[in-house]
């Protein structure tokens, strides 16, 4: 079983829709990261949570290190949201190496 | 600033033969790292280096070579060229250490085809 595990791998949804991409990871950490990776290819960092929520826009993320997951939500989705979005963990003692996830692909359709 | 670049962006190769991905950044960062991802799989550490001089393996180190002889550049060795390495290259920086306070950069990727 991966360490990090994403949900789902694909989604396609309606321009307007409201949308949730989730994390599970089974190890300790020191902080999650959410990636997007466009259809070019390049990878952006989205956020870096260690608790709590952060908001950038419409986009949302939470984590609860209790239950170990974290939520990516998008509101009023786009077009142009369309891309790859990657989970990512820093584990406990371990700095300088991330855990990847696999990675939702999300398609949204105008 | 340009932030990381790499070279070449597509590359095919013969079995056997050998290349240099360059990576560069311009940001003074200490960190960086290489990284492959193969299709629909998640990122694969290669190797990593700390700074000037230190570099050291992560999770799928066999077939390559770094070196690290200055803060900015970081190239990725190939050598003996083989099927399984066929994937897309993704050269990252990070500015401190600890415990990934900040955000990690990335190159535009280097996509590479062994035949």
């Known amino acids: 079983k991966n360490e990090v595990e994403q949900s789902p791998q694909n989604l396609t949804a309606q321009e307007g829709e409201f949308i949730t991409i989730n994390c599970s990871y089974s190890?300790?950490?020191?902080?999650l990261h959410w990636l997007q990776q466009h259809p070019g290819g390049g990878i952006v960092s989205l956020f870096m949570?260690?608790?709590?929520?952060k908001k950038h826009g419409r986009l949302i993320a939470t984590i609860n290190i209790q239950e170990k997951h974290s939520s990516l939500h998008i509101t009023a989705s786009h077009p142009r949201d369309s891309a790859v979005y990657i989970c990512?963990?820093?584990?406990?003692?371990?700095?300088?190496?991330?855990?990847w996830g696999a990675g939702t692909k999300l398609i949204i359709k105008p | 600033n340009a932030g990381v670049t790499q070279t070449p962006k597509f590359r095919i190769l013969k079995i056997g033969q050998s290349m240099t991905l360059q990576c560069t950044q311009d940001?003074?960062?200490?960190?960086m790292y290489w990284y492959r991802q193969d299709p629909g799989m998640g990122l694969k550490l290669i190797y990593y280096?700390?700074?000037?001089?230190?570099?050291d393996k992560g999770e799928v180190p066999n077939g390559y070579n770094v070196s690290r002889s200055t803060t900015e550049d970081f190239p990725l060795r190939l050598e003996l060229a083989a099927p399984s390495q066929t994937s897309v290259y993704f050269c990252?920086?990070?500015?401190?250490?600890?415990?990934?306070?900040?955000?990690?950069?990335f190159g535009p990727g280097t996509r590479l085809l062994v035949l």
């Open positions: 940001m003074n960062h200490n960190y």
């Open positions: 990252a920086s990070r500015r401190l250490a600890g415990a990934w306070r900040e955000t990690q950069y």
């Open positions: 280096s700390v700074g000037a001089g230190i570099t």
């Open positions: 990512a963990v820093s584990r406990v003692g371990s700095n300088y190496q991330l855990i």
């Open positions: 190890v300790g950490i020191s902080a």
């Open positions: 949570l260690s608790s709590g929520k």
